[in-house]
């Protein structure tokens, strides 16, 4: 049985920091591209950061590129982290962790339709 388990949300005021992680099992992690995806209410799911040890590739889209950082640990425990700094009210939003079998050169990892396993989600509201 998959889970992604998604924390380390909350509210913080822009220009602070906060650091996501994202508990795995039941995958083979490093087989596994993982990405952080964000949703808005009544706005498109954006594909914010991925991911993959396979092949060793990180993705950012450009709106958090040089303030967000992606990185896992499959040494100790299963756990994709996204830490998020200089925060922007415009990054409020509920960010989901996901992953897919493969590189990310495999398949469009950009798409948030490309996933196969979602965790529950969890709310970045980022006051002005």
């Known amino acids: 049985d998959v889970q992604l388990q998604a924390s380390g949300g909350g509210l913080v005021q822009a220009g602070g920091s906060l650091r996501l992680s994202c508990a795995v099992s039941?995958?083979?992690?490093?087989?596994?591209?993982m990405s952080w995806i964000r949703q808005v209410p009544g706005k498109e799911r954006e594909v914010v950061s991925c991911?993959?040890?396979?092949?060793?590739?990180?993705?950012y889209a450009d709106s958090v590129k040089g303030r967000f950082t992606i990185s896992s640990d499959s040494n100790t425990e299963n756990e994709v982290f996204l830490q998020m700094n200089s925060l922007k009210p415009e990054d409020t939003a509920v960010y989901y962790c996901?992953?897919?079998?493969?590189?990310?050169?495999?398949?469009?990892?950009?798409?948030?339709?490309?996933?196969?396993?979602w965790g529950q989600g969890t709310q970045v509201t980022v006051s002005s």
């Open positions: 039941g995958i083979t992690f490093d087989d596994y591209a």
């Open positions: 996901a992953a897919r079998g493969g590189p990310l050169g495999s398949f469009p990892y950009s798409r948030d339709s490309a996933y196969a396993y």
């Open positions: 991911t993959s040890k396979s092949d060793g590739s990180t993705y």
